[in-house]
T-cell receptor
Framework: DGGITQSPKYLFRKEGQNVTLSCEQN?????MYWYRQDPGQGLRLIYY???????QKGDIAEGYSVSREKKESFPLTVTSAQKNPTAFYLC??????????????FGSGTRLTVV | AQSVAQPEDQVNVAEGNPLTVKCTYS??????LFWYVQYPNRGLQFLLK??????LVKGSYGFEAEFNKSQTSFHLKKPSALVSDSALYFC?????????????FGKGTRLSVIA
């Protein structure tokens, strides 16, 4: 079945450590997105990519980095510069022919906790 | 600029009663509008979308939404609530002619259906 896979489901980060969240899709979607979810704040856009080797900053890009070397993959690195990284991170994708059937297709999320 | 407002953080309804989750939006021109639902520690799932055409949109699990252009609203409704409808609901918008601009999400409304 086609879909988006995010891994790991749970991730713990020590202070000063970089961590990378994985997002892989086999839907042949062109655009991919990373959102951060905090209680009461909804979804806030971190980065998005519409084509391979190109990406744009969202509203809260500081302390994060991404790459888009393959159409299927859009990993997110949470750097030590992100002072409050504890949150639920969601990856999404959309087809070239927007909006398709669902607008966005979402992964199941990664819960990142600083320890 | 695009924006979405979900004025209620929490909606409580008795099982079997009708439910409404409110959403108002602001875009330049005509909108794409979506409703998504999120269960605990999961990604968002598509419920329904409005692009053009009939103002009453029917979606998954018996939900429907009415597009009201004059009031810039897209309220989610269901005639008879189920306990299993308890979840977090997000409204999202994008302007029709905004290229590949990402969706903007509301802050979410938590629906609690009481048996």
């Amino acid at each position: 079945d086609g879909g988006i896979t995010q891994s790991p489901k749970y991730l713990f980060r020590k202070e000063g450590q970089n961590v990378t969240l994985s997002c892989e899709q086999n839907l042949n979607h062109d655009a991919m997105y990373w959102y951060r979810q905090d209680p009461g704040q909804g979804l806030r856009l971190i980065y998005y990519s519409q084509i391979v080797n190109d990406f744009q900053k969202g509203d809260i890009a500081e302390g994060y980095s991404v790459s888009r070397e393959k159409k299927e993959s859009f990993p997110l690195t949470v750097t030590s510069a992100q002072k409050n990284p504890t949150a639920f991170y969601l990856c999404a994708s959309t087809p070239h022919t927007w909006p398709g059937d669902y607008g966005y297709t979402f992964g199941s999320g990664t819960r990142l906790t600083v320890v | 600029a695009q924006s979405v407002a979900q004025p209620e953080d929490q909606v409580n309804v008795a099982e079997g009663n009708p439910l409404t989750v409110k959403c108002t939006y602001s875009v330049s021109g005509n909108p794409y509008l979506f409703w998504y639902v999120q269960y605990p520690n999961r990604g968002l799932q598509f419920l329904l979308k409005y692009i053009t055409g009939d103002n009453l949109v029917k979606g998954s699990y018996g939900f429907e939404a009415e597009f009201n252009k004059s009031q810039t609203s897209f309220h989610l409704k269901k005639p008879s609530a189920l306990v299993s409808d308890s979840a977090l609901y997000f409204c999202a918008v994008r302007a029709l002619n905004s290229g590949n601009t990402p969706l903007v999400f509301g802050k979410g409304t938590r629906l609690s259906v009481i048996a």
